[in-house]
């Protein structure tokens, strides 16, 4: 509101609503009434008008008023002239006569003489009155030998009758302006009440009660779909900061299972190394096993720190440089890596779903897209998992095919079924590596922690004790997220174990929508 001091302006939004209101109403009765008045005062001035274009005076009157003698053919009396009537005369020459029909209190001002024909017969005006107060309304009119007479009515009425109305239009509108303010500022507050709410709910939100929403949500008001935006945004905010809460809590618990995991070497190192510094005459042999032992101790600190940087790389810089990968020479080279590693163990490869018998018969070649060396490095941890947690002797077999995403493979997780990797969208095709063994397979709370960083499942009997880090699973599940696929694990007590790396197939498959497997 520019020219309004500032100290003078409304602040609150109810403040200027009421504001606008009643100017708008007391400009809106003003018109009408400003209005109303004009035609009025034409209305009254019409009729004043037709009175006075109504009359003319007889032509005796003229021959009279002529030679000096007065009017002497006055009407009888109910003819008498009206008594709010003046007539003045004009002789031939424009001089205006001294002698005039009617009386009454004040004149009009009316010139001394007029050479032209000016006012004109039968159009009234309005000229002002001799003593300065009201005004005249005269018509002239054209009599015999040359002379004129100005018929003459006061504008008394009109005017009174036109003040009486504006005192009456102002009075409106102040009682406008009042009862505006009044009614309109109880009606604002009430249409306000639901902004009301929403401004109470949020301070509630700011003090702490973050679990407070909206109550009024119609789409149908504007109010409303504030109410909706409101809520929205409030469900975001506390998703985030669940968000943050659950990265915070897995961060500490990443920390302090790192502190755990890193405790247990340098405490062997420490203990070993100052064996050697207090106990120089220590034999030879023994002095080698310490020195075997620190170096153990650090080639697993060293795994541990690389597992840690390659977790944070993934992290930090999801996406990879994809390349074409042949995923059938890969699961063979992963075979041939993890014979060095476990010579005890015969892994079998095979196509994807033979080990059910409804698979087909024979290997075809699988090119799919990827980092070729994370996508090993998941095979790996794959094959050293399964070679660690099954009892010699188990069997295990590497298929590998394509298909498409179904509920059995790649879709959401079901019983049986664990992963923590998005499910993919259902009928896609994707390229599929799975790592199966016949071993013990997981209990359900163990196979839902298993991809969990630093999680490590007992050992089973006959199996070696892990010695690993329990990074793994969580490194493997993060390279498939990459990639834009999903490592799942299906397993149950006594069934053994299926883990299965999905890849999205850039091109469309030429087989039947999705292979049977066991679960």
Not at 172 to 184: F, I, K, N, P, S
Not at 316 to 330: K, M, Q
Request: charged fraction near 25%; include cysteine; hydrophobic fraction near 35%.
């Amino acid at each position: 509101m520019r020219g309004v001091p500032r100290r003078l302006r409304p602040r609150s939004l109810r403040s200027r609503l009421v504001l606008i209101a009643t100017v708008l109403a007391t400009a809106a009765v003003l018109v009408c009434q400003a209005t109303g008045l004009t035609l009025m005062r034409s209305w009254l001035i019409g009729q004043v008008d037709d009175r006075l274009t109504d009359f003319r005076p007889p032509s005796p009157v003229y021959r009279d008023i002529a030679d000096g003698t007065g009017p002497s053919h006055r009407p009888p009396p109910h003819e008498t002239l009206p008594s709010d009537f003046r007539v003045y005369f004009y002789d031939a020459e424009g001089r205006l006569l001294p002698d005039s029909l009617g009386s009454g209190r004040g004149e009009p001002r009316l010139a001394e003489a007029i050479t032209a024909r000016e006012p004109v017969d039968g159009r009234p005006t309005t000229v002002p009155a001799r003593d300065g107060e009201g005004d005249w309304r005269v018509v002239a009119d054209s009599g015999p030998r040359g002379m004129r007479a100005v018929v003459a009515l006061p504008l008394d009425s009109v005017q009174e009758a036109t003040s009486r109305l504006l005192w009456f239009s102002l009075a409106v509108g102040a009682v406008t302006a009042t009862g505006v303010t009044l009614l309109g500022g109880a009606a604002v507050r009430l249409g306000l009440r639901p902004l009301t709410r929403v401004e109470h709910t949020a301070r509630r939100i700011t003090s702490g009660e973050l679990e407070q929403n909206a109550t009024d949500t119609s789409p149908d008001t504007e109010v409303g779909r504030l109410g909706i935006a409101f809520n929205t945004m409030l469900d975001q905010l506390r998703a985030a900061l669940h968000r943050k809460d659950r990265t915070e809590r897995r961060l500490r618990r990443f920390m302090a299972d790192a502190g755990h995991e890193l405790r247990t070497p340098l405490t062997s190192l420490q203990g070993f190394a100052e064996l050697l510094l207090e106990d120089p005459h220590m034999s030879p042999r023994r002095r080698r096993e310490a020195h075997e032992l620190i170096a153990q101790n650090a080639e697993r600190m060293s795994r541990l720190v690389d597992s840690l940087f390659l977790l944070a790389k993934l992290g930090d810089a999801p996406t990879t440089e994809h390349g074409p990968v042949d995923l059938l020479s890969l699961a063979a080279d992963g075979i041939a890596a993890s014979a060095v590693r476990h010579p005890g163990r015969r892994i079998a490869l095979a196509p994807l779903g033979a080990g059910d018998g409804d698979g087909p018969g024979e290997l075809d070649v699988v090119e799919g897209s990827g980092d070729p060396h994370q996508l090993a490095q998941v095979l790996s941890n794959l094959l050293d998992n399964a070679c660690t947690h099954t009892p010699p002797g188990t069997r295990l077999r590497i298929g590998v095919g394509s298909l498409r995403v179904g509920p059995r493979t790649g879709g959401a997780d079901r019983p049986g079924r664990t992963s923590v990797n998005p499910p993919l969208p259902s009928g896609s095709p994707v390229h599929v590596i799975e790592v199966v063994d016949d071993g013990p397979g997981l209990a359900p709370q163990e196979a839902r922690q298993v991809f969990d960083r630093f999680y490590r499942v007992p050992s089973v009997s006959g199996a070696p004790r892990d010695s690993g880090s329990g990074l793994g699973l969580a490194i493997a599940s993060t390279i498939a997220e990459a990639h834009g696929g999903r490592l799942e694990l299906d397993t149950r007590p006594g069934g053994g174990c299926t883990f299965r790396l999905l890849l999205p197939a850039r091109t469309p498959l030429s087989t039947e929508p999705e292979a049977g497997h066991r679960c």
